[in-house]
């Protein structure tokens, strides 16, 4: 499987979560979306980390990792009850989710301090594929 299989399932993924809109979620090698005047918006990434040899045969079979991550943010105004929620329900949806050889595993999320204009938080969702 390649990374572009990847991309394309973990984007599919992102799309099919009914939790925000479609004009409020950001895709790899797509053009970030306008950032709303009020609500929560997310920007999916995926990140490849590793490759390693699973088994040896005929032909060697490698299998790599990465962590899928979503930054998920919402407006100072609103609080984060809000995005606390929308981490769960984005946690709950990626944990782990198999599809072909892709296999996700359980997700995690993490606060990120505030900037000026928005509160952050991010949703990370480590997974594994064979490469052949």
Not at 12 to 41: H, I, S
Not at 65 to 86: P, Q, R, W, Y
């Amino acid at each position: 499987m390649s990374k572009e299989k990847i991309r394309q399932l973990v984007s599919k993924r992102f799309a099919d979560f009914t939790g925000l809109g479609n004009g409020r979620k950001a895709y790899p090698n797509l053009k970030d979306p306008a950032v709303p005047t009020t609500g929560q918006w997310a920007k999916l990434k995926i990140d490849f980390v590793g490759r390693k040899a699973t088994s040896i045969g005929q032909e060697p079979c490698t299998r790599r990792s990465g962590v899928i991550v979503i930054d998920v943010f919402e407006h100072l105004d609103a609080g984060t009850a809000n995005l606390s929620k929308l981490t769960d329900a984005l946690e709950d949806w990626f944990d782990n989710y198999q599809i072909e050889n892709l296999w996700c595993g359980i997700a995690s999320t993490e606060d990120a301090l505030p900037n000026n204009a928005y509160y952050a938080s991010i949703v990370y969702i480590p997974f594994e594929y064979d490469e052949n």
